[in-house]
């Protein structure tokens, strides 16, 4: 019997921040997609009167002009049987073209409306001002255009931003709005909506631009001498010389150097070391500035980095030094940041596209720095500034409900606890193998340094392999909880993304387990409206604090990205030293650790022997093998894959594993165009019996896209994707539209939970 998974207190919600109504309006009618139908029926009756007189090859070469979209011919001296069904197609053909060319152009219309709602146009904006400058703001004011390959391309890239605002569940804004949810010891009910009463903005500036500002302060003559110089951990200090023997650093130190150092450690700006050893402070900077360039001394203005007040950390940091004109004149700049940044988070659309360029022409005039990164693409921490906003939404689940889905996703968890289980065996074998049979103790950073992927003789370590499965006819299949075997007893920890489907009798929900993240729900960039901090960090400290599997776990200590940052409550190993910000204060370093090779793998002990295990703050670090193989016992969500061209959906326990998935070649819909693409979309969703809408990937591109198969900007968007493409990767789409329960007066939007499942040691009393 699989243990029990425990579901936390608290947990958050994700949405799209418009309804998903608003996609589903830019498809054809029902009717349209009907006649279309029956264009296909036509088209399997001539090829079926077509094989029968002309055989097999004959009716592949009708086929093939068919998929291709090109005109086929049929030979006029075929028997009255092909000339009939040939008749057919053709008025049928031509009626329904007639049909989709009127529907298309409204729908034109209609895209055109949607694109003018005055919070898409802000969304757009947002998301990537060049892009609502450059083609957003001239396709609406351009009015009705014929129909050509130009206005396709404009109208495929206003419907890529519409798919992604209606039907993908990020954390951006008004569009990707943060809310939470708690489990309630109440039974009378199982999922409830309610008010969040929190519906506001927040903006903040980007991490990367609140290190150029605290970098160009740190350039400045006069206040140079008052920022830290702060040893470098990575190294080792020993008499006459300093190492960092795994990245080949060595240092003489002279005996003024060394005498430099011991003052630093109590008097750590050069300022501060000048009054003690009673030099001038140019000359404390002399002696330095060799240091510095060696990396044994970091020198800079240190701040808060893993927090939501970064700037304000940095404005801080300035007042706390001396008195001078510099420093004056870098709070009037923070000043003048501040507040065009609460002017911003304040104003509406044209305010804002007023205050960006001010905003960024400061910046750049204080840093020296360009103000974007990346322009044009949809992912990215692109801008100075960077927005959350809070959801009009907040969930309460019943204790019924909780015990309904906690059981649900037990079977699903230990599945992917027994694969994690195996992989991170994987992963401990290959260092192994990689480290060889002479390899002694060594310290982290020697460890990580020797694993380096270009550094490792033969090929480049492998990703996290799937699993593959037998092919099968059906559209469904339930796997054993055992599938994959067991893990081993003891506690673990997942974070899971979990969606509910309604079920169409409106008797509660099916469970479906869509990603699983190996990680703890910590005080985060996540957080950014969560009023009660001590509960929300609750869920993960209760558990660390409490099970016997926590014991040595260690979290690994990494500079924040972007706006991502997490607050491990334990404690942290340092690995890597770049920069004054990485030196966390009492964290262990790579000295204070020994990595032990051993014939099952390697085995990470801090300085009494004890034996550790790492938290891994990223996903890519969960199947990195160097840190995978010191990591805790891994829950991976594993990659159930088919040899086939299809795989069905998967259940495992009580909740989906895996939705239903199609393979195909991209060319056969990356050639066709407008009427003739639009039924090559058609005979591929019949054949294949995909839903109507369904998530794609290519081979040359990660990211999915959301396909409505009966819009034909969406097929468009489809048939760009598969250009220079060699497979396309296609995903129904579920919850299915028809199962979305979150909604208001707008209509249903898609959602996520991401949510704190522990498995203790002992169940808890």
């Given at each position: ?53 002309k ?13 291709q979209?090109?005109?086929p ?12 069904a ?12 007639a049909?989709?060319?009127?529907e298309?152009k ?5 895209l ?17 001002p ?37 039907a ?16 309630t ?44 110089l702060?040893?470098?951990p ?23 150097a ?35 360039k ?21 404005r801080?940091a ?55 990164r ?9 801008l100075i ?42 992963f ?8 060889g ?15 380096r ?7 480049r370590f ?17 796997l ?17 993304d ?64 972007n ?28 000295g ?22 790492l ?6 670090f ?15 969500h ?38 003739e ?6 005979r ?16 040359k591109e ?10 034909p900007?969406a ?12 497979r ?25 939970l ?9 169940v808890?009393a």
């Amino acid at each position: 019997m699989s243990e029990p998974w425990t579901l936390g207190e608290v947990f958050v919600l994700r949405h799209a921040g418009f309804p998903f109504d608003w996609l589903e309006s830019l498809g054809m009618s029902q009717a349209v997609l009907d006649d279309v139908a029956r264009l296909l029926e036509a088209e399997d009756a001539l090829v079926d009167a077509v094989r029968a007189e002309k055989g097999a090859s004959g009716a592949q070469a009708l086929l093939d002009a068919l998929s291709q979209g090109r005109e086929p011919r049929i030979d006029a001296r075929l028997g009255p049987s092909c000339q009939d069904a040939w008749a057919r197609y053709q008025e049928r053909r031509e009626s329904v073209q007639a049909g989709y060319t009127a529907e298309r152009k409204t729908l034109r219309r209609q895209l055109r409306e949607r694109a003018a709602d005055p919070a898409i146009q802000e969304a757009v904006f947002l998301s990537s001002p060049a892009m609502f400058d450059n083609v957003w703001v001239r396709y609406l004011r351009g009015g009705e255009r014929p129909d050509t390959s130009d206005a396709r391309r404009v109208e495929r890239q206003v419907y890529t931003y519409l798919q992604r605002f209606c039907a993908k569940n990020e954390t951006t804004s008004f569009f990707g709005p943060i809310s939470y949810g708690e489990r309630t010891t109440e039974d009378g009910y199982d999922v409830r909506t309610v008010p969040s009463g929190n519906t506001r903005r927040r903006t903040f500036f980007s991490f990367w631009a609140v290190t150029e500002l605290a970098r160009a302060v740190g350039r400045e003559r006069t206040l140079r001498p008052h920022l830290p110089l702060r040893l470098n951990p990575l190294f080792t200090v020993t008499p006459g010389r300093a190492r960092c023997e795994p990245l080949k650093l060595d240092v003489a130190l002279s005996p003024e150097a060394e005498h430099l150092l011991s003052v630093l450690r109590e008097h750590p700006t050069p300022a501060e070391a000048a009054r003690v050893l009673g030099l001038p402070v140019v000359d404390v900077e002399r002696q330095a500035l060799p240091l510095v360039k060696t990396a044994l001394l970091l020198w800079g203005l240190p701040f808060r980095p893993n927090d939501f007040s970064t700037f304000e950390s940095v404005r801080d940091a300035v007042a706390a030094l001396p008195d001078l004109e510099a420093r004056t004149r870098w709070l009037e700049r923070f000043e003048t940041l501040a507040r065009l940044k609460a002017d911003f988070e304040s104003g509406d659309l044209a305010q804002r596209r007023e205050l960006l360029p001010r905003l960024e022409a400061a910046f750049t005039e204080v840093t020296g720095k360009p103000a974007r990164r990346g322009d044009g693409q949809v992912y990215a921490d692109r801008l100075i500034l960077y927005e959350e906003a809070s959801s009009p939404f907040r969930l309460r689940f019943g204790a019924a409900f909780t015990a309904e889905l906690e059981a649900a996703l037990t079977g699903a968890l230990e599945l992917s606890a027994a694969y994690g289980e195996k992989v991170q065996q994987g992963f401990r074998e290959q260092v192994r193998d990689a480290l060889g049979p002479d390899a002694g103790p060594m310290d982290l950073l020697d460890y990580a340094v020797r694993l380096r992927p270009d550094g490792v003789t033969g090929s480049r370590f492998s990703p996290v392999p799937p699993v593959m499965l037998e092919s099968e006819e059906g559209r469904a299949r339930t796997l054993p909880v055992d599938f994959l075997g067991t893990s081993t007893p003891g506690g673990r920890y997942a974070l899971p993304d979990v969606c509910l489907a309604a079920k169409p009798d409106g008797s509660g929900f099916e469970v479906m387990l869509a990603r699983v993240h190996h990680h703890l729900l910590l005080w985060s960039w996540l957080s950014a409206f969560q009023p009660e901090r001590e509960r929300y960090a609750s869920v993960a400290s209760r558990w660390l604090e409490q099970d016997a599997a926590a014991r040595g776990l260690v979290g690994l200590a990494i500079r924040r990205r972007n706006k991502g940052f997490y607050v491990y409550p334990g404690r942290r190993l340092v690995y890597s030293v770049s920069d004054v910000l990485d030196v966390d204060e009492g964290a262990l370093t790579p000295g204070d650790v020994k990595v032990l090779p051993t014939r099952e793998g390697p085995v990470l002990v801090d300085g009494q022997g004890e034996r550790l295990s790492l938290y891994l703050p990223l996903d890519d670090f969960s199947s990195y093998p160097p840190f995978a193989a010191l990591a805790h016992s891994q829950v991976l969500h594993a990659p159930l894959r088919t040899q086939g061209s299809h795989l069905p959906r998967l259940s495992v326990g009580g909740a989906v594993y895996q939705r239903e998935r199609w393979n195909l070649a991209a060319e056969r819909l990356g050639r066709p165009a407008g009427f003739e693409l639009f039924l090559a979309v058609q005979r591929e969703r019949r054949a294949g019996g995909w839903p109507r809408f369904v998530f794609m990937r290519s081979s040359k591109e990660r990211k999915p896209y959301l396909i409505d198969t009966a819009s034909p900007f969406a097929v468009d968007l489809l048939s760009h994707l598969a250009r220079d493409a060699e497979r396309l990767s296609v995903e129904e789409m579920y919850p299915a539209p028809e199962q979305l329960w979150l909604k208001d007066a707008r209509g249903r939007y898609t959602c996520e939970l991401r949510m704190q499942f522990t498995r203790w040691s002992e169940v808890p009393a």
